[in-house]
């Protein structure tokens, strides 16, 4: 399935959200957007890493984190899975 240009798949996945539940989803994550009613007016660009847990393990907040920053986040992540 394809959705603005993004297609889902089993190694690429998305959700949406119904209105009434975006704002505590945004919350729990502490993202930082500016609303207007159910419109986003603006936002940052971030990445988080969640772990095996499912556990937020690092967030990037900029607008381009180093590449290889998050490789090696990544790295670690996978290792303490196995």
């Known amino acids: 399935m394809e959705n603005r240009g993004f297609a889902t798949s ?3 996945r998305a959700i949406r959200l ?3 539940n975006q704002e505590t989803f945004m ?8 609303m207007n ?3 986003v ?3 940052a660009v971030e990445l988080i890493l969640f772990d ?3 556990r937020r393990a ?7 984190w180093r590449v290889e920053n998050v490789f090696w ?3 670690r992540l996978a290792a303490e899975q196995r």
């Not at 919350?27 to 500016?34: F, Y």
């Not at 690092?58 to 381009?64: C, L, Q, V």
């Open 58 to 64: 690092r967030t990037y907040r900029t607008n381009a």
């Open 52 to 54: 095996a847990d499912a």
């Open 18 to 20: 119904e209105v009434e």
């Open 41 to 43: 007016t603006s936002h």
């Open 10 to 12: 089993p190694d690429a």
């Open 37 to 39: 009613g159910e419109w």
């Open 27 to 34: 919350d729990s994550l502490r993202l930082e957007v500016s």
């Open 73 to 75: 986040d990544l790295q």
